[in-house]
């Protein structure tokens, strides 16, 4: 079992920054494990944010991101990092990490294990 706890959302103007932490307990990674961030607005469907790949090889973004979120991990502490700069109003939503011992990618019913999220709001 793999237990994930994420932290440091919270409220922030447009134009600000944000840095979330995921800290993963249980069973260690493998090179092939990944670890993701999703995101959930009211009202819409959990929507992929970024994914890394345990061993730093691969890491992907969602167009909506790119540039101004950077995924990143601390592999010592078993964490993964989101920098969130640039925030817009549209950012906000539950953000969540995922993680999957095999999968790599996109798809949120791959991923085996998730935090229990935590809220991200982007005043205008």
């Known amino acids: 079992q793999v237990q994930l706890v994420e932290s440091g959302g919270g409220l922030v103007q447009a134009g600000g920054s944000l840095r979330l932490s995921c800290a993963a307990s249980g069973r260690t990674f493998s090179s092939d494990s990944s670890m993701g961030w999703f995101r959930q607005a009211p009202g819409k469907e959990r929507e992929f944010v970024a994914a890394i790949q345990w061993s730093g090889r691969s890491i992907t973004y969602a167009d909506s991101v790119k540039g101004r979120f950077t995924i990143s991990r601390d592999s010592a502490k078993n964490t993964v990092f989101l920098q969130m700069n640039s925030l817009k109003p549209e950012d906000t939503a539950v953000y969540y990490c995922?993680?999957?011992?095999?999968?790599?990618?996109?798809?949120?019913?791959?991923?085996?294990?998730w935090g229990q999220g935590t809220q991200v709001t982007v005043s205008s």
């Open positions: 995922a993680a999957d011992r095999t999968y790599y990618g996109v798809v949120p019913l791959e991923y085996d294990y």
